[in-house]
């Protein structure tokens, strides 16, 4: 009897190890993070992960890539990811269909949009409404990207639908090439591949998106009310990492930060990380701090309600925690 209550609960200890979502691995917490794309735009991330902040704060993390706010959010209400790095929007979605273990905020990461124009000439003096009568090659409708871009356009008098034709039907990550092939007068690419056209001669840079938008919320650390429930220490411990890499990108070189984070992008060359790591420093692009402040929420979901995504507000004290992120910034 005493075996076989024995055998019982060491399953159950099992069952509960493997229903938390995360778990121990060699003595530390074993986190999975889904990031929507490697991308240098995330160089706090990368510099937490090399320089060994997450070791020191006991976790062993395991980075997916999702390709893609859509599968990222799938992946964390799937239970295959713990935390989810993705564009704040997509938390409202979740939200407002009704999902009842939604996921929360609890970290900001970029405070700019991280893509750029690109014409296939150099234009010093280009200006939006030289885009009337153009096709440009655009986001997934609803994703930031192509939120902001149309906010960008609407700023400037120009009405998305009827001023330009605004491609929206190429792959995540794939508008690039399909530039290169011909397609489209102009588009909008995130690095490195707006770089890769201008190192091959296939476009130029002629705008920046986050500086032409404004300081706006784009990406953020997301998971699932009941994960930061029953594991505020993770979370905690976790953002305290992110806290350094961001604090380590805002006091160092461009040369620095590439050197830093040079082993996640091993096919890229160390001038051409520079480069792209010294155009969104220009920009002004990560935060100081990981607080997602209300303001910001509150633009966010102006950007959504103008582009016709939403026809509510979602709450703040919902969707944002900041707890973890004032206690990581005070440390």
Known sequence: MKKRLMVFFMLLALLISTLTGCDKAGGKQKVVLNEVAHSIFYAPLYVAIENGYF??????LELVTGFGADKTMTALLS????????????????????????AVNFAQLTQRAGNFMVARQKDDSFTYDKLK??????????????????????????????DLTIEQRIDF??????????????????????????????????????????????????????????????????????????????????AEIAKSIAPQFSETEISTLETIVKRYKDCDSWKKDLIFEKDSFTLLQDILMDAGTITERAPYEDLVNTAFAQSASNK
Not at 79 to 102: F, P
Not at 137 to 151: A, D, Q, S, T
Request: proline letters at 5%; charged letters at 25%; zero cysteines.
């Open 55 to 60: 070791k020191e704060q006991g976790i062993t």
């Open 79 to 102: 239970k295959e990811a713990d935390i989810g790095l993705m564009g704040g929007e997509s938390t409202i979605y979740t939200y407002q269909n009704g999902m009842q273990d939604y």
């Open 133 to 162: 009568g153009k096709t440009v090659l655009g986001g997934r409708p609803g994703g930031m990207p192509e939120m902001v871009f149309e906010y960008i356009l609407k700023k400037h008098g120009m009405d998305p639908k009827t």
């Open 173 to 254: 990550g794939t508008t690039a090439a399909a530039f290169y092939s011909g397609q489209g007068d102009y588009t909008v690419e995130n690095e490195p591949h707006d770089n890769a056209l201008e190192e091959k001669g296939d476009g130029v840079v002629v705008s920046s998106l986050g500086k032409e938008s404004g300081y706006v919320p784009y990406t953020s650390f997301s998971a699932r009310q009941s994960f930061l429930e029953e594991n505020p220490e993770t979370i905690q411990a976790f953002t305290d990492a992110l806290q350094k890499g961001m604090e380590y990108v805002n006091t160092h070189t461009p």
